[in-house]
């Protein structure tokens, strides 16, 4: 018989064996406790203060289920993992299948046919690219991709855009435009930002002769803000003319989010030298990055058997990830996973503009694809202008999430906004959704747009919950 214990205290003596099931069954009604003890202690603050304490027991699809069986719509998949949905069948065999074979993996001397196979398949779906580097997130894409670039130009600097996400570690976070994830953190690397579309700031920097490339979102993922048309093309011929390479980090955007495989497809003769990939591929399951590039970056990178190893990852290429990822992309393919993304996304979005003039606190409808930005702005009736001067007054963002927080409270619909300080909730769902839950969503939305522009006063009130909250955390 074991014994019941609380977080802190000293874990319980247990019968021989490991029982997963069991383990669950015991203790998972301790989860938001144990988080409190053991890892971030913000996190369940933060989820209880907005009344996202949720405990969800199982997931399928685009959807989760508490303890009672309601269903919740996933419109966040994990920030993008969740690309296909959760427990994809076809992942999931893949997964079994590769943990049975009892595989000789990662002995690092030797050549395993999975991480080629998934070589081969993913760069048939990137043209101008020739060889993959794998690695385990999205951040390690991004930074291999800042190491090859420096490497294969001799040059040490790279250009990225103001606001933009490329990961938190060290290297990637030096081409992070967010300040309120660099603060603390420096010093880190001499890397220069400019504002996305400007092209006269990218080639006065590149003027400078020290830049090894160009870091670039197609579309933001704080914000869902596009490069302008025509930009990516332009700025490619700068980079050109200027040996520097263009780097386009695709972790959140591609393989199917945007209506295409990749969102830099969008805009005709863009051929990045470096493309960034991750989440989707890892079908939800085995963490796994992807660095793509042109051969003779690799090449140069790895120019002798001397320098074999220069860069590598402990767990790169490993056989699950690998499983996961050709399982994937055969979904991607046979389900029409891209065309399904387009047409939906299509929909979606043409619904949600739809409501623009309808209220007047709906600034814009953004996005392409499955990556929808729902941007929130000041209204023009006396009353609501008011409420809304308090919010910003507090803390810019916390309208947006006034209108997260009852998407799920009363709808049972899980959304986040698109990032700090911003008014912008943003749609990332798996791509596999449809009408249905195009219908849910907009029917969900729309009501609480009614409350908030009606006179109820429900969302106004937790409005003032978050006020208070925010003006203790200062």
């Not at 996202?52 to 419109?75: Q, T």
């Not at 435009?177 to 660099?182: A, C, H, P």
């Not at 596009?226 to 390479?245: I, M, N, S, W, Y």
């Not at 219908?439 to 009501?447: N, W």
């Amino acid at each position: 018989m074991t014994e019941r214990t609380t977080p802190g205290a000293t874990p319980p003596t247990r019968d021989k064996g490991f029982d997963l099931a069991a383990l669950l069954a015991e203790r998972g009604g301790e989860r938001y406790e144990l988080h409190t003890a053991y890892l971030n202690h913000q996190l369940p603050r933060m989820l209880r203060t907005i009344g996202f304490d949720k405990v969800y027991e199982r997931a399928e699809g685009a959807y989760f289920w508490d303890a009672e069986g309601n269903d919740y719509l996933d419109m966040l998949a994990g920030f993008g993992v969740m690309g296909l949905g959760r427990h994809h069948p076809v992942v999931r065999k893949a997964l079994h299948d590769v943990l049975d074979a009892s595989l000789a993996d990662l002995t690092r001397f030797d050549c395993q046919p999975l991480p080629g196979l998934l070589a081969e398949k993913l760069l048939t779906h990137s043209p101008h690219l020739d060889r993959v580097f794998f690695g385990n997130s999205g951040t390690e894409a991004v930074e291999t991709a800042l190491k090859f670039a420096r490497y294969a130009t001799g040059k040490p600097r790279i250009l990225y855009c103001s606001h933009a996400f490329h990961g938190l570690t060290t290297g990637s976070l030096s081409v992070n435009g967010e300040d309120g994830f660099r603060d603390g953190f420096a010093p880190l690397l001499p890397d220069t930002a400019i504002e996305m579309g400007d092209l006269d700031a990218l080639e006065r920097e590149l003027r400078r002769g020290d830049v090894a490339g160009f870091v670039v979102e197609p579309i933001q993922g704080k914000g869902v803000y596009a490069t302008p048309p025509g930009f990516l093309r332009a700025a490619q011929e700068l980079l050109r003319r200027h040996k520097a390479l263009l780097i386009v980090d695709e972790v959140q955007t591609g393989l199917g989010r945007t209506g295409d495989f990749y969102a830099y497809q969008h805009e005709e003769g863009v051929e990045p030298d470096l493309v960034c990939v991750a989440k989707a591929l890892s079908g939800g399951y085995v963490p796994v990055g992807a660095t793509l590039g042109k051969d003779w970056i690799f090449k140069k990178v790895y120019s002798s058997m001397d320098r074999v190893l220069v860069h590598s990852a402990s767990f790169g290429s490993n056989a699950q990830a690998m499983a996961a990822g050709l399982a994937v992309l055969s979904v991607i393919e046979d389900e029409q996973i891209v065309a399904n993304a387009r047409a939906t996304g299509d929909l979606l979005r043409s619904r949600l503009a739809a409501l623009v003039d309808r209220y007047e606190l709906l600034s814009e409808v953004r996005g392409r694809g499955l990556m929808i930005g729902i941007e929130f702005g000041r209204p023009t009736s006396i009353g609501l202008r008011s409420r809304w001067a308090m919010l910003q007054k507090a803390r810019k963002g916390l309208f947006a999430q006034m209108v997260v927080v009852p998407l799920l409270q009363r709808h049972r619909i899980l959304t986040q906004v698109s990032g700090d300080h911003l008014e912008v909730i943003k749609l990332i769902p798996p791509l596999t959704i449809g009408e249905r839950e195009v219908d849910r969503f907009v029917t969900a939305f729309t009501a609480v747009m009614d409350d908030a522009h009606g006179g109820g006063g429900l969302m106004w009130d937790f409005g003032r919950t978050l006020v208070k909250q925010a003006i203790t955390n200062r």
